[in-house]
């Protein structure tokens, strides 16, 4: 049974997601629940398979209702993994994205990044590229890159969840301070066709539109029509409306796509 209509995603957050490859709650899970899992992850407790305190974050109806609006009522658990950065680690990881060998031209798999502990700057929060969800590369082909422009921390407090397209470009940082930085992760692949799973209301109205019709991201140069017609052609996926049409100047409906 699904989660009460007022906890999925609204068409506004939808859109976001399609344009950014990404939504980040911050603060998202109570503070007595963040506790409990990083006592575990303190303890070497912090996995899926060991933590109740971990199951009981992703039975918070706020955080099914985010998961059903991105892969649906009955998820396929793929894999989770506790991430950890050391104390006075200074080395980042190499930008990479996770298992880019997928034959599906538009669903998706929702990776989830789970802080238990405040994560500021210093910590070293996973680095992401907004937009890069809809460059497909290879892993870790893309390692050779360092600084790029638009890229962003997921920054947050004690609680925060960022919710990923599985294709987004992303690596650790560095650890600036005394205490070890945790990231658990959990890898969900769609249980039914992405279609219509979320808030619906008002999906093509004019503000609706002007996200996804929004300005490049920066990065992206002279592919960013290119990138832009990728986000029509999803928003398209994810409505259920194979008639709605934000790409620029129409173009899917001119080349009737």
């Not at 575990?40 to 998961?67: R, T």
């Not at 390692?143 to 790029?148: F, Q």
């Not at 930085?181 to 066709?193: A, D, I, N, S, W």
């Amino acid at each position: 049974m699904g989660v009460d209509r007022q906890y999925l995603l609204t068409a506004k957050q939808m859109a976001q997601f399609v344009v950014d490859g990404y939504l980040l709650f911050d603060g998202l899970v109570p503070q007595e629940l963040n506790a409990a899992v990083y006592a575990d992850q303190v303890a070497g407790k912090g996995y899926w398979d060991k933590s109740e305190a971990i199951h009981a974050v992703f039975e918070l109806p706020q955080v099914k209702g985010i998961l059903q609006s991105l892969v649906g009522e009955h998820p396929v658990y793929d894999h989770s993994a506790l991430h950890v950065v050391g104390p006075n680690h200074h080395a980042a990881q190499f930008w990479h994205a996770d298992s880019i060998i997928d034959a599906r031209p538009l669903a998706f798999d929702i990776q989830a990044m789970y802080f238990s502990h405040d994560v500021p700057k210093e910590t070293g929060p996973t680095l992401i590229l907004p937009g890069s969800h809809l460059r497909r590369v290879s892993n870790a082909s893309i390692s050779r890159y360092k600084n790029i422009v638009g890229q962003r921390q997921l920054i947050g407090k004690a609680g925060t969840i960022a919710f990923l397209h599985q294709a987004l470009w992303h690596c650790a940082q560095p650890n600036y301070t005394d205490k070890t930085r945790y990231m658990f992760k959990l890898r969900l692949r769609p249980g039914q066709e992405q279609r219509g799973l979320f808030n619906t209301d008002g999906y093509n109205d004019p503000d609706v539109r002007r996200i996804v019709n929004s300005f490049p991201h920066k990065w992206q140069g002279e592919m960013a029509r290119a990138e832009n017609v990728q986000r029509a052609k999803l928003w398209r996926y994810v409505c259920g409306d194979d008639s709605v049409d934000c790409s620029f100047e129409g173009v899917l409906t001119r080349m009737h796509i």
